[in-house]
């Protein structure tokens, strides 16, 4: 399997599991947070939309420095705009992964304040801050559901909620 059809089959599969979590977060718990230190379950699932904006500085630029990341989106005030903003999102980073397996593998660095952090090939880049990162916060997300007793949806196969409900 070429490069290209593995990001796209990873990226298909972890945008529909997160479009199904997004699904299952009550519009009276955008606001809720687990702790004063912790986002909101809105801003949580902001910053889960935003993650998937890294793949344009990923797949168009051959570095991108930190220090010109644009600020972060704002949470959004339903869960119809979560979902309309992860479709459009996702939609338009799906598009950036229509390239040639020697564009995927070229070389792409992280940098801060003009220093090199460590560079990647742009699958592994992509694979590590867009495919990566979702999953991380969507974990902390579905933490945020289980806590207030909201059934969690099956994401790689059942979770409590399904084996409860056999």
Partial sequence: MATREGLLAEFDHEMA???????C?????????????????GDLAAHIIDITTWSR??????????????APIEAAGSINDLLSRLAGHVSQARALLERS???LNASWS????????FSLPRAAAFRTFVLGH???????????LRINDI???????????SAARR
Wanted: contains cysteine; aromatic residues 8%.
């Fill in 57 to 70: 500085p990923i797949l168009d630029l051959p570095r991108f420095d930190l220090d010109d990341a644009p």
């Fill in 110 to 117: 992280l940098l801060q304040g003009g220093q090199e952090l």
């Fill in 101 to 103: 397996d020697s564009e």
């Fill in 25 to 41: 977060v009550p519009e009276d718990k955008l606001t809720w947070k687990p702790h004063e230190r912790c986002r909101s379950t």
């Fill in 134 to 144: 979702v999953v991380h916060h969507r974990g902390q997300l579905s933490v945020y």
């Fill in 17 to 23: 599991a997160t479009r199904r979590l997004f699904m």
């Fill in 151 to 161: 059934v969690v949806p099956p994401m790689y196969g059942p979770t409590g909620d």
